[in-house]
């Protein structure tokens, strides 16, 4: 093949068709021609044999040894994605990290890694669908990126539900034995303590090794937790949107009974050890922000041991490592700690790790995937990592979580926006998946994308604040005019970003979003980290913190707080909580908590109704309006459409 057949990496390049097959049918038929197997991907993008470990032909585990080695190279240009408030359809926010990647490496020749999320199977069977990209800008194969990837979600599910049970069956137990009883049966004779139990003995001040040397009142300290279960927090997991499990009660079983008082041996005067909790999404488990936000396996222990599960009748704080759960969990996290690599159609090196959502969890990759991709990449290349959902919170936790806890500094944000969502942002009707586009959002309408466009700017402005470079990427639909993209441009550059590009990735692959990789680019490179700054400190007090995000980056006139809210406040600066960073949860749909209030709403307040503490993962997070932290299923999911070939095991149906 001559060289005018090969892209800047020295491969075929992409061939398109026209009109878009289904992204499905483009991964199979891509998959079909031939991708270089997962172990030559790694050996080219740097990545040693002995630090790479297979799982099949078309992803890897990625030793975190390949960090180490590489500790003292300098990284490459750091460069997250995000978007404005989207539809209920998406706008392409991964697309567009794919193809922008693919444009950076196929075609300006620069060593360039995307960094994504693992999907969640929830959207995926129910209305957004998968998170591989679409089109020609997606990774491959996308039913293996789709369906459980390395098994990483569902090892979040295990340990997060050890630890729920460890509480319960706890709770259960100190009901039922006294102090002496309890500590005979967590230390029996011979066996000592568990490396675990030190940890509990050091808490407690306690400076002796062997159970027998205890006293009386070091056994109660030790043995009795005493959980009060109106604090306790931590509830069950499962990746599915199912909404008849965001309460729920257990311990209803006849053999759930407990002593109406401890010591009494009548059965008769026994009582139900029931109590209300619910479920959430697993990639809204704390174990989830835990694996996203740990630095290395020795981190991750210790990040999971200091989870917070609630608190004792004397306010102390209860974790997981007091409930001898945090060793445990941490094997069942071994694997899960290191990331995972794919490709993309144009066979760009993709490192896909964690999995939080934006509007209920941090909503970014994890910390070691961004490590590992920028010491491959090197001072001339690229990193495109994604931030989940609008800027207003996949961006603004990347910023004020993700860089403060890995200390890596980013030099540009590209915001993505489509016509479409600033068309409904300026008052076009509401957008819904499964219903046929009003057509307005079909024909030219300039006034309603000049109004939309507010909404864009408020995402350039909060950017700004920053200190990074904003380059807007106008993701093309087929039904976009030159007008429409040229008041999209305008509004951008007015607003003070940095360059803004329509760019054609979903349909040409990386050709399509040439323009936007150069610019890019050029942000980076008119850019200084030195320049990156947060947008709050952590000294200041936990309502300071929540305020400036919802008045700087929401542009709110105040909060409210609940009454449970203000005391979970309250007991968290008692427990020397009070300086960590805040991660929201809330709407995707709108700056504001109202999902229909689009555009740039003014004149209201954020309703915070509970506040959760994840000691843990290193961050307090306050529960907004009525965001729930575990979807549910639309009329007709997309599951209806997912199905096998039963003679070739092919997928069908994932979009």
């Known amino acids: ?91 392409g926010k991964s697309t567009t990290t794919v193809g922008l990647a693919q444009a950076l490496n196929a075609h300006l020749g620069r060593r360039t890694f995307a960094c994504i999320r693992q999907p969640s199977q929830g959207p995926t069977f129910g209305i957004k669908g998968g998170a591989a990209g679409g089109g020609y800008a997606q990774v491959v194969p996308m039913e293996e990126f789709n369906l459980h990837l390395t098994g990483d979600i569902h090892a979040v599910g295990a340990a997060n539900n050890l630890l729920a049970a460890a509480v319960e069956t706890r709770m259960f137990h100190e009901s039922c034995q006294s102090d002496t009883a309890l500590f005979k049966r967590l230390c029996p004779s011979g066996k000592g303590f568990a490396p675990v139990m030190l940890k ?22 030790f043995a009795r937790l005493d959980i009060d279960p109106d604090t306790v927090t ?47 999404i697993t990639v809204a488990s704390e174990v989830m922000a835990v694996l996203a936000l740990a630095t290395g396996l020795g981190d991750l222990r210790e990040k999971l041991g200091a989870m917070i599960v609630g608190y004792s009748r004397s306010g102390q704080p209860v974790t997981a490592d007091d409930l001898g759960c945090g060793g445990a969990m941490a094997v069942l996290m071994r694997d899960a700690i290191m990331p995972t690599l794919m490709q993309t159609a144009e066979a760009t090196p993709v490192i896909v790790h964690a999995g939080p959502f934006a509007n209920i969890a941090t909503g970014n990759s994890s910390i070691v995937a961004d490590q590992i991709a920028l010491k491959l990449a090197g001072p001339e290349g690229f990193v495109v990592t994604e931030a989940g959902f609008g800027a207003d919170i996949g961006m603004e936790k990347f910023f004020n979580i993700k860089c403060r806890a890995s200390g890596l500094l980013p030099k540009c944000a590209v915001i993505v926006a489509t016509v479409r969502a600033l068309k409904m942002h300026g008052g076009g009707p509401p957008v819904s998946a499964g219903k046929p586009l009003d057509v307005v959002y079909v024909d030219e309408n300039l006034e309603l994308v000049e109004k939309g466009c507010a909404n864009l700017v408020k995402h350039i402005q909060n950017a700004r604040k920053f200190g990074v470079n904003v380059v807007v990427a106008i993701n093309k639909f087929k039904t976009d005019t030159c ?19 329509m760019s054609d990735h979903w349909a040409k692959g990386g050709e399509g979003a040439t323009d936007l990789a150069r610019a890019v680019v050029t942000a980076c490179e008119a850019n200084d980290t030195k320049n990156f700054k947060f947008l709050y400190e952590t000294e200041l007090s936990i309502k300071d913190k929540i305020g400036t995000i919802c008045s700087e980056i929401y542009g709110a006139d105040g909060v409210d707080y609940s009454e449970i809210a203000e005391k979970q406040i309250s007991t968290y600066e008692s427990a020397g909580l009070g300086n960590l960073p805040i991660c929201i949860a809330k709407t995707q749909y709108s700056f504001s908590c109202d999902a229909a209030a689009k555009g740039v709403p003014t004149n209201f307040r954020v309703a915070v109704r ?46």
């Open 200 to 221: 509990r003995l050091e808490k407690l001040g306690i400076k002796k090794t062997e159970p027998t040397e205890l006293t009386e009142e070091e056994i109660s300290n």
């Open 483 to 501: 007008a429409e993209v040229e008041v999209v441009r305008t509004a951008s550059i007015t607003a003070g970003a940095f360059d803004a590009v």
């Open 610 to 655: 509970e506040v959760r503490g994840c000691a843990g993962a290193g961050f307090l997070y306050p529960i907004c309006g009525d965001i729930s932290t575990i979807p549910g299923l639309p009329t007709r999911p997309g599951f209806y459409d997912v199905d096998i070939n039963i003679d070739t095991g092919e997928v069908y149906g994932l979009f």
């Open 1 to 91: 093949m001559t060289t005018e057949g090969m892209n800047a990496m020295g491969r075929p390049k992409l061939v398109t068709k026209h009109p878009v097959p289904s992204d499905i049918d483009v991964s199979k038929s891509i998959v079909a021609g031939g991708i270089p197997d997962i172990r030559i991907i790694g050996e080219e993008a740097g990545i040693l044999e002995s630090e790479l470990i297979p799982w099949g032909n078309h992803k890897a585990k990625i030793s975190l040894s390949v960090r180490d080695r590489l500790q003292d190279s300098p990284n490459g240009s750091y460069v997250v994605c995000t978007g404005i408030n989207p539809t209920p359809l998406g706008e």
């Open 234 to 280: 931590w509830q069950r997991v499962l990746d599915t949107c199912d909404r008849h499990l965001r309460g729920v009660t257990v311990g209803c079983g006849k053999n759930e009974t407990v002593p109406a008082k401890i010591g009494c041996k009548d059965r008769t005067k026994r009582k139900q050890n029931d109590r209300k909790t619910g479920f959430d």
